[in-house]
């Protein structure tokens, strides 16, 4: 079972940055997409960014406006997730999924991580 694990989060103003970090107990992301999906308190999990396996294109959601940056480094394992000039609404548990499990990038994951939570406010 590949275990993924989160790390990163926790409490910035608003304008400020974080840096969320995925690492993977295996090679992953060398074959497999990665992704940044995250829910906030009382909503719905939802897809933020992902990044493909061999060409590196990358998705965003909507709300990210140019703000996110999703990358991977050359080991395979380890999914990054910039975060820039942050909104109160940008608040939410963050969560890492690896290998998408259909036929898009921001849909259904077969491995995910437990999250980490980052909360946007004075």
């Known amino acids: 079972q590949v275990q993924l694990v989160e790390s990163g989060g926790g409490v910035v103003q608003p304008g400020g940055s974080l840096k969320l970090v995925c690492k993977t107990s295996?090679?992953?992301?060398?074959?497999?997409?990665g992704a940044w999906f995250r829910q906030a308190p009382g909503k719905e999990r939802e897809f933020v960014a992902a990044?493909?396996?061999?060409?590196?294109?990358?998705v965003f959601a909507d709300f990210v406006k140019g703000r996110f940056t999703i990358s991977k480094d050359n080991t395979e394992k380890t999914l990054y997730l910039q975060m820039n000039n942050l909104e109160p609404d940008d608040t939410a548990r963050y969560y890492c999924?690896?290998?998408?499990?259909?036929?898009?990038?921001?849909?259904?994951?077969?491995?995910w991580g437990q999250g980490t939570l980052v909360t946007v406010g004075v």
């Open positions: 999924a690896a290998e998408a499990t259909g036929s898009t990038m921001t849909g259904t994951f077969r491995y």
């Open positions: 295996e090679r992953m992301f060398g074959s497999h997409t």
């Open positions: 990044i493909s396996s061999l060409t590196s294109r990358t």
